[in-house]
C-alpha cells in the first residue's frame, strides 16, 4: 500500500513564524504535491514537484515555498506565517498521470 | 483556468437511499478523479475515470468527456458513505484541479 505521512495532524504558529509542513511518501513517486483546503473552496493547489529539486507554482504559491531535496521529501515553508494561512494542508504523490495519493493532513492554526 | 463545478453542495439522505453527484468542468481533460473525504479528513481515491463507466460495488461513475462532465451514483447508501465528495480534473500535465466537493450526510 502507498503510504504518504506527513508530519503533523495539527500545529499551532504565531504570526511571523517560520513554519515547516514536512510530507514523506514511500512508493518512489515522482510527483508531489501542496494542497490548502479551506470550506466551500475544495482543495486548492500550492506547488507541485515533478523531480528532485524541480517545483512548479499551482494556482496559489503566494506567501509559500517549497523543498525537494530527496525523492520521497516534499517540504512546503511558510516564510512568515499569516493569520490567513490558517488552513488544512495536505500533501499527495502519484506516479506519471496515474491517481493521486493523499496523507492525512496537516491543519495548522495561525494565531 | 478550467473550472470544475459540483453539485449538489450540500446532500442528506436516509440510510438506503440512492443519490447522484455531478461535476462539470469547463475544458477538456485528460483525466479525472472522484475522491471521497472521511470526517477524519483523510480523502481516498474512489475512481479514475477519465471516460466511459465504471463500478466497485455499491459506487459507480460515470464520466462523458465529450460533454465535459461526470457522475457519481451511490447506491442503497449508508451512514459510512457520509462525508465530503470530490471530483478532481487533470488539464494537462501532472496538477489536479479539485470542485469544491459535495457534503454528504446519511442519517440513520
Known amino acids: 500500500d502507498v503510504k504518504v505521512t506527513q508530519s503533523s495532524r495539527y500545529l499551532v504558529k504565531r504570526t511571523g513564524e517560520k513554519v515547516f509542513l514536512e510530507c514523506v511518501q514511500d512508493?518512489?513517486?515522482?510527483?508531489m504535491f501542496w494542497y490548502r483546503q479551506d470550506p466551500g473552496l475544495g482543495l486548492r493547489l500550492i506547488y507541485f514537484?515533478?523531480?528532485?529539486?524541480?517545483?512548479e507554482k499551482g494556482d496559489i504559491p503566494e506567501g509559500y515555498s517549497v523543498s525537494r531535496e530527496k525523492k520521497e521529501r516534499f517540504s512546503l515553508i511558510l516564510e512568515s506565517a499569516s493569520t490567513n494561512q490558517t488552513s488544512m494542508y495536505l500533501c499527495?504523490?502519484?506516479?506519471?498521470?496515474?491517481?493521486?495519493?493523499f496523507g492525512p493532513g496537516t491543519r495548522l492554526t495561525v494565531l | 483556468g478550467i473550472q470544475v463545478e459540483q453539485s449538489p453542495p450540500d446532500l442528506i439522505l436516509q440510510e438506503g437511499a440512492n443519490s447522484t453527484l455531478r461535476c462539470n468542468f469547463s475544458?477538456?481533460?485528460?483525466?479525472l478523479q472522484w475522491f471521497h473525504q472521511n470526517p477524519w479528513g483523510q480523502l481516498i481515491n474512489l475512481f479514475y475515470?477519465?471516460?466511459g463507466t465504471k463500478q466497485n460495488g455499491r459506487l459507480s461513475a460515470t464520466t462523458v468527456a465529450t460533454e465535459r462532465y461526470s457522475l457519481l451514483y451511490i447506491s442503497s447508501s449508508q451512514t459510512t458513505d457520509s462525508g465530503v465528495y470530490f471530483c478532481?480534473?487533470?488539464?494537462?500535465?501532472?496538477?489536479?484541479?479539485f470542485g469544491a466537493g459535495t457534503r454528504l450526510t446519511v442519517k440513520p
Open positions: 478532481a480534473v487533470e488539464p494537462g500535465g501532472n496538477d489536479m484541479r
Open positions: 512508493m518512489d513517486h515522482e510527483n
Open positions: 514537484s515533478y523531480d528532485v529539486k524541480m517545483k
Open positions: 475544458d477538456s481533460v485528460n483525466n
Open positions: 499527495a504523490s502519484n506516479l506519471g498521470g496515474n491517481t493521486q495519493y
Open positions: 475515470i477519465p471516460s
